[in-house]
């Protein structure tokens, strides 16, 4: 079996989410190869200080998604608040003040299915803790194109909900902690495929 | 091939159709947002694929006007972003009154709710009866609404807030007749808004204005075309004349936002200045 390599590693998140962004994004080491987009849902009118807040510990520089930046091998984009966060073919992001889905904005959904349109078999997909059933559709997307998900284990998330939610389609690769996690994406993007 | 490779197909196919058949030219706007809009009208028009509607756009022109009302979601409110109405009527209201008479372009204005804050900002600083507000966009359907200028009352209590997070000193709610859980908008207030037909892809200048407000427009479109539109908007402002973006959006990738100076960074507000693009 021929294995696509992968592209670019998005990850999505909410209730509980920016601890467990604490924990995985600083163990990813100083020579990532790959983009890294990250979708969290926040409360609107919440301070857009994100990026500054992911930053510590981080190895990668973290910086916020703009509209028709391309995405670097080896930064951590993160979706700006209040705007879904698309992918343009071209490897560029974009952003759309569409209304919310799954009653938020930016939508995991969203950000993933764009990510399995552009690069189909590329995209690794990580779930992490959240209190609704966004991301769901969007790991169905990932992995319908060859795609790889990772769900963390909802025993160990904070709010259960969003994990369990992707689970019940079907689509996990893997399940996982959230350090084993960090080990299973160092070892898919760092030595096995490149 | 998978189904997403062949959608990509049927998307160009949308897009030929419609402009070829209807002179609607969706070319250079942004790929991901299209294709989620063209596939997200699907159930409304009964396809199940993107190629079952080209017959309809190619033999029922009747279906153009949900097709458009479709491809431009209007989603909007009233006092979106209060920290810019703020900045408007801290910044920029003292400079516009210095104009005797006031033109106010509001592109992209979908529902009108967006136009609808703007004059009740000028209202509160005293400058509506010398000010008319332009407010355009392609979507028919939503102009119609927007002339009627009616809201449930629910959502003018959410936009209230906003309103008074503004800075807005009388209750948001005395702009409105109220009735049957519906408010409608001050015909004083109504009569300084114009609303009209306006496609930012095709269409030149009308006037010339002393601010544009265009928010969350632009970044429906690629680079090429947010070139022509700042450069329309460039030959539409007077010297000095104001243009308010989105929030994440700017004018730095486009060689026709090289007329504009920044007024405001975080807010996402410009001036054109002298110099040409």
């Known amino acids: ?194 | 091939m998978d189904k997403s490779d062949i959608e990509t197909i049927e998307i160009d196919l949308f897009v030929e159709a419609m402009a070829r058949r209807h002179g609607y030219d969706f070319r250079h706007y942004a790929k991901a947002s299209l294709r989620r809009r063209v596939a997200g009208m699907l159930d409304a028009l009964g396809c199940t694929t993107v190629a079952e509607m080209l017959p309809l756009i190619l033999h029922q022109p009747e279906l153009l006007p949900s097709i458009l009302s479709n491809l431009s979601v209007p989603v909007t409110e009233m006092f979106r972003d209060p920290p810019v109405f703020k900045a408007l009527r801290t910044e920029v209201i003292p400079v516009l009154a210095t104009y005797p008479r006031l033109n106010i372009w509001q592109a992209g204005c979908a529902t009108g709710e967006e136009a609808y804050s703007l004059a009740i900002l000028l209202a509160e600083t005293g400058l509506l009866e010398r000010s008319q507000i332009y407010a355009t966009d392609i979507n028919d359907a939503a102009l119609a609404k927007a002339e009627e200028g009616i809201y449930p009352a629910e959502i003018i209590t959410k936009y209230a807030e906003s309103h008074r997070l503004a800075g807005g000193s009388l209750d948001l709610q005395s702009y409105f007749s109220m009735a049957y859980g519906f408010g409608k908008i001050d015909p004083a207030i109504r009569a300084h808004v114009s609303f009209a037909h306006h496609n930012l892809v095709a269409d030149g200048v009308f006037c010339e204005v002393n601010m544009i407000v265009c928010r969350n427009v632009m970044i429906y479109f690629d680079t090429l075309l947010q070139n022509r539109v700042l450069d329309l908007f460039g030959q539409s402002l007077v010297r000095n004349g104001f243009l308010c973006l989105g929030s994440r959006e700017n004018v730095a990738f486009a060689a026709a936002g090289r007329q504009f100076a920044t007024v405001n960074k975080i807010l996402r507000i410009y001036k054109k200045t002298g110099g040409e693009a």
């Open chain 1, 1 to 194: 079996m021929t294995h696509h390599p992968l592209e670019v590693v998005v990850i999505g998140c909410s209730a509980g989410g920016i601890e467990a962004l604490h924990t995985l994004l600083p163990a990813l080491p100083p020579d990532f190869p790959l983009p890294v987009v990250v979708v969290i849902h926040l409360s609107s009118g919440a301070p857009t200080l994100l990026p500054q807040v992911l930053q510590t510990g981080c190895t990668l520089p973290v910086i916020e998604a703009e509209e028709r930046q391309p995405l670097r091998p080896g930064c951590i984009h993160v979706a700006a608040p209040d705007y879904h966060l698309l992918i343009e073919p071209d490897h560029t992001f974009a952003l759309s003040a569409d209304a919310k889905v799954n009653n938020s904005r930016p939508a995991i959904d969203l950000t993933f299915i764009s990510a399995a349109e552009v690069w189909g078999a590329g995209v690794l997909a990580i779930l992490l803790t959240g209190a609704s059933a966004d991301g769901a559709r969007g790991m169905q997307a990932v992995k319908a194109r060859g795609g790889i998900c990772i769900v963390q284990d909802p025993a160990t998330a904070q709010a259960p909900a969003m994990p369990a939610a992707a689970i019940a389609t079907g689509v996990a690769d893997h399940i996982a902690k959230l350090d084993e996690i960090t080990g299973i994406v160092v070892s898919l993007c760092c030595i096995s495929d490149r």
